[in-house]
């Protein structure tokens, strides 16, 4: 590898792999390697664009991007499964478009000049509501700027994968992403004050609780969901009540005429939801805490209308099993991943109940894993915030 990276990054076998993917291209000198984690919400999804507090956390899988000097005279780019070698940063790639744009992106804003190779590694499923899209942004733009030697915190990382995400390929999303894999701390829950982009960390006790993700194998594409629509729709409520954020609303707070209440009313309900959710974990009340996730889960498919039917099915399940104090899909919704909050003791178990339960078609193969919340890109890389 080029320049050092961090031994608790470079001993994780994703980044290895995509070491290993690079070299097996011809280019073994200087390569530069960014890793990002994936994200779950524990509670407070689609309301980070509203301004709302979300608390979520990095997981403990995630997408490693390797960059060097190219050998041909073309861009080359490689997973586990493809090889593309592209004339231009420009040139379209359904597969590695988000990593063509945070190329092009970081090119622009940090210069350099050559061409590249890349190659791509992952055991983070994508397109289930981890947040792959932003964590391969993310591992780009951090290879690219070890390439270039440039120092960079955790704030202008996050900022530059949104403006990838958001100004480069035009997804309506808010800051949750970005800022939940650069900031989120190990064996810590991550508030994030989407209005302010500060955070609040609350201390996680590990031996008493776990988190268990459920891959339902049901893959969403926000750009085709109807999740812009969402965006927009509760954006202009908040102008039309002009106030800037979902938590300016008090409690009892209804929509404007015209505008679709049951929306409204899951963000409003979900922002003090939130809260109550980080009273919560404050005064160390686990069943409150699952309780709230479980109730999170019902206004995401009752009011805001973006589960899917074996998201719901795998919920229904899960909170029935002994040992799971609660749980609800995470992410854009529309397909994805569940997550639940499980008491440690009983884990496996719950663990191998929902096995059972997974549905046996996707667009990729189903599955499920324990985890305790793991270090975003900041803590891993000892980066300034």
Not at 84 to 109: C, H, I, Q, Y
Not at 253 to 267: D, L, M, N, T, V
Not at 290 to 310: F, I, K, N, P, Q
């Amino acid at each position: 590898m080029g320049l050092p990276i961090p031994a608790r990054v470079q001993e994780l076998q994703v980044v290895r792999e995509a070491v290993r993917l690079l070299e097996s291209g011809g280019e073994t000198l200087h390569s530069h390697v960014g890793y990002a984690p994936g994200r779950i919400t524990v509670i407070g999804d689609h309301i980070d664009y509203v301004g709302g507090d979300v608390v979520c956390c990095a997981l403990d899988r995630g997408i490693a991007v390797a960059l060097a000097a190219g050998a041909c005279r073309v861009w080359s780019i490689r997973d586990e499964t493809r090889t593309e070698l592209l004339k231009s940063l420009d040139a379209p790639s359904p597969r590695f478009g988000r990593v063509l744009a945070a190329l092009s992106w970081a090119r622009k804003k940090w210069g350099g000049e050559g061409i590249l190779a890349c190659a791509v590694a992952s055991d983070l499923p994508r397109s289930v509501g981890l947040s792959s899209s932003a964590a391969v942004v993310i591992a780009t733009l951090r290879a690219y700027a070890s390439w270039r030697g440039r120092s960079i915190t955790s704030n202008e990382l996050a900022e530059g994968a949104y403006a990838v995400e958001h100004d480069e390929l035009g997804i309506p999303s808010g800051h949750l992403d970005q800022y939940a894999i650069c900031r989120s701390r190990e064996k810590t829950l991550h508030e994030l004050h989407c209005h302010t982009l500060t955070s609040t960390f609350l201390p996680w006790k590990g031996d008493e609780a776990c988190f268990l993700v459920c891959d339902t194998g049901i893959e969403h594409a926000v750009v085709d969901s109807p999740y812009g629509s969402r965006v927009h729709s509760m954006q202009a409520a908040l102008g039309e009540m002009g106030v800037s954020w979902i938590g300016a609303c008090p409690r009892e707070a209804e929509a404007p005429q015209g505008r679709e209440r049951e929306w409204f009313h899951h963000c409003l309900t979900e922002e003090y939801r939130v809260r109550d959710a980080v009273d919560a974990v404050l005064r160390g009340d686990l069943p409150a805490l699952g309780e709230l996730m479980t109730a999170s889960h019902a206004s995401l498919r009752d009011d805001y209308g973006v589960s899917h039917e074996v998201c719901d099915s795998l919920v229904e399940v899960l909170t029935g099993t002994d040992g799971c104090l609660g749980a609800r899909m995470t992410g854009a919704g529309f397909g994805g991943c569940v997550v639940a909050l499980v008491r440690t003791q009983e884990a496996p178990a719950v663990l191998r109940t929902v096995q059972h339960a997974l549905p046996r078609s996707g667009d990729h193969a189903p599955g499920a894993w324990l985890f305790s919340p793991g270090a975003g890109v900041a803590e891993l890389y000892d980066m300034a915030e």
